[in-house]
């Protein structure tokens, strides 16, 4: 749910990628539901280096189409050429939608996510702050296909010996389309731009991204 407004270098290293997630969720009792993500990512231009992150949470809906959320991540980054690591990664969350069509529909919707991420070997808990936009208009009947832009940064509230500044950490950027494909569950496939800022030159990621979303 992805141009960059962090800042620019003259020189960016760039990396083609694909991103491909599955997220599940159900209600479990009255307001509360589960939530799920698996998700796989293939970096190094398509060649070799890979990320798997696994996402459950529970959330409760506080309002219509507005609910929190507390979750766990674990996120497994074996890029080619270099060591693998394990992250850990609890999560909270607050989504909700401010602005909606005529008909009801959700028009634009906004997530704040608040991260403390561990990696396995390293000293120290990085605070992470995330917000994002979403804007979903339909190009038809209420339901149908969708054409979607979102907008996210990501922000670290404090530095670790590690090598993590704070600051702005990243920013990710999506335009693509949503569409059904069974009655209870929805494909967005699109194009992700992800600016990562680093010292000296910033590294660009294009991606082929496509997630599908199924309610049970």
């Known amino acids: 749910m992805a141009a960059s407004l962090a800042a620019s270098p003259a020189l960016a290293e760039d990396d083609a990628q694909g991103w491909a997630a599955v997220t599940a969720s159900g209600a479990v009792r009255g307001d509360l539901f589960l939530w799920l993500e698996g998700q796989a990512r293939f970096t190094d231009d398509l060649g070799g280096g890979t990320q798997f992150l696994l996402r459950p949470a529970i959330g409760a809906r506080i309002g219509r189409d507005a609910h929190v959320v507390a979750g766990y991540a674990y996120v497994r980054t074996d890029p080619r050429g270099g060591a693998p690591s394990n992250e850990h990664r609890p999560w909270q969350q607050v989504q ?121």
Not at 129 to 138: E, G, S
Request: aromatic content about 8%.
């Open 96 to 216: 909700f939608a401010p602005l909606r069509l005529a008909n009801g529909t959700p028009l634009l919707i906004s997530r704040t996510r608040l991260e403390q991420r561990m990696v396995e070997g390293r000293d120290g808990t990085v605070w992470r702050l995330r917000q994002f936009v979403r804007v979903q208009v339909p190009l038809g009947r209420p339901g149908g296909i969708q054409a979607i832009a979102t907008t996210e940064g990501f922000f670290n509230l404090n530095t670790t010996r590690w090598g993590v500044r704070d600051g702005v950490d990243q920013w990710r950027t999506f335009v693509g389309v949503g569409f059904p494909v069974l009655p209870n569950a929805r494909l967005e496939p699109g194009y992700l731009n992800q600016r990562v800022v680093r010292p000296g030159d910033d590294r660009v990621n294009h991606v082929l991204s496509a997630t599908l979303s199924v309610r049970l």
